[in-house]
């Protein structure tokens, strides 16, 4: 690769900081970026941005490239953090890491960096972009395709799904080769001051504070009923209820802790699971305000054999032929096969070979033919039958 002038996204992690050191090693003249992309409460134990741009600027001075930090603040609130509340007062579970990368990381600071004279962007994201001729019809296009990154466990594809040709066309991903080990081991040999630092987790803007709590400041809590599916409609027992509820935007499928029903028991025989199995969220009436739960894991209300997905993106800019590939409908999830449709120009139905867990309108069903990324949609609606 010839040289060029690539700038970084910083973020004061182990994964970003090698990215940058990676590039400097190819000869590159690197720039670094520090994102800020919240300012509510930013004092608060829980935001750790003041922290991450000490850490970011110290492996700035190691590697010996300068570094900016710009705002991007305004951007989040507008771009991301609305249609994140959007979607929870629906009742519906956004993942807004994903709308992040598609909105602030690969538009408003690829945006920036290219103001700045950059060729490329480059992130620490476990991803890989190869470029290839295909032929489309009769003609031979030139086309960037997003693969899974090197390290199984780490591959961020399914957050960069929304990534157009244009986008990755600029984008480079130095550790998407790499397994995390070989990145950490790499940090040691350095010398980076935060080569032992803790992966983040969680929601970038949330940081380690309790969900819920942040999620009360935002959206009303409108208590009502938690009651018993476990049973087969129609019997006794189905339908009771077992709780109340703080408000069914504080909840998701499949979600077990924080029920508030541990000790009560489900009545006579059920449907997939035991008398002592843990209870499960199932379902969530939004008109009725109330919130569905069932007793083990495996009961059928949790299994999906299909779903229905919308606000589809591509990042071939165009829709791969219907037919058999892999999904994930969840991060962390193991490829799950099976059959693409199309009922609309503007959805896609997803037929699974084995049934799939609290698959969650909101969250991202994203298709995979092999180690290619083709893009994918929205989850909208599951069913325990095929959708066609």
């Known amino acids: ?14 994964d970003s900081a090698v990215t940058a050191w990676l590039l400097k090693q190819q000869g590159h003249e690197v720039v670094g970026i520090f994102m800020k992309n919240w300012e509510d409460d930013d004092d608060s134990e829980y935001c750790s941005s003041n922290i991450d741009f000490v850490d970011a600027a110290a492996v700035a001075d ?45 538009k408003a600071f690829l945006d920036h960096a290219m103001r700045l004279g950059a060729e490329k962007i480059a992130t620490g994201h476990y991803a890989r972009v190869r470029h290839v001729k295909v032929a489309h019809g009769a003609v031979m296009e030139s086309r960037f395709e997003l693969l899974k990154g090197l390290d199984p466990s780490k591959d961020q ?45 969680g929601i970038c803007f949330i ?25 087969a409609p129609g019997s ?19 979600q077990r802790q924080g029920l508030g029903i541990g000790g009560i028991k489900a009545k006579g025989a059920q449907r997939g699971g035991g008398e002592h199995a843990p209870w499960f969220v199932a379902r969530k009436d939004m008109a009725a305000n109330t919130l569905w739960v069932v007793q083990g894991h495996d009961h059928p209300w949790l299994l999906s054999g299909a779903l229905q997905a919308q606000d589809l993106s591509w990042v071939a800019g165009y829709a791969p032929a219907p037919g058999p590939l892999a999904t994930k409908t969840r991060y962390r999830q193991a490829d799950a096969a099976c059959l693409l449709h199309y009922p609309s120009a503007s959805s896609i139905t997803l037929d699974f070979a084995e049934p799939q867990w609290a698959v969650t309108p909101g969250q991202s069903a994203v ?22």
Do not use: W
């Not at 249609?83 to 598609?102: H, K, M, S, V």
């Not at 006794?236 to 499949?254: A, E, I, N, P, W």
């Open 236 to 254: 006794k027992d189905y339908g009771r209820t077992v709780g109340q509820h703080m408000g069914l935007s504080f909840y998701t499928l499949g």
């Open 367 to 388: 298709l995979y033919d092999g180690e290619v990324c083709l893009g994918g949609g929205v989850i909208h609606a599951a069913s325990a039958t095929a959708l066609v």
């Open 207 to 231: 940081g380690e504070r309790p969900f819920r709590e942040f999620l009360n400041r935002y959206i009303q809590k409108a208590p009502g009923p938690i009651k018993d599916g476990t049973h």
């Open 62 to 106: 190691v590697i010996g490239i300068e570094i900016e930090h710009v705002n991007f603040a305004a951007n989040y609130k507008d771009r991301v953090f609305a249609e994140f509340l959007r979607e929870y007062q629906a009742g519906r579970t956004p993942n807004p890491d994903i709308l992040c990368n598609a909105e602030i990381k690969f």
């Open 1 to 14: 690769m010839s040289k060029q002038r690539v700038v970084v996204g910083l973020s004061g992690g182990v």
């Open 157 to 201: 594809s399914y957050f960069l799904h929304r990534l157009d040709q244009a986008q990755l066309s600029k984008t480079l991903f130095p550790i998407g080769e790499l397994h995390k080990t070989e990145v950490r081991r790499l940090a040691s040999e350095i010398g980076l001051p935060n080569a032992k630092k803790k992966d983040s987790t």
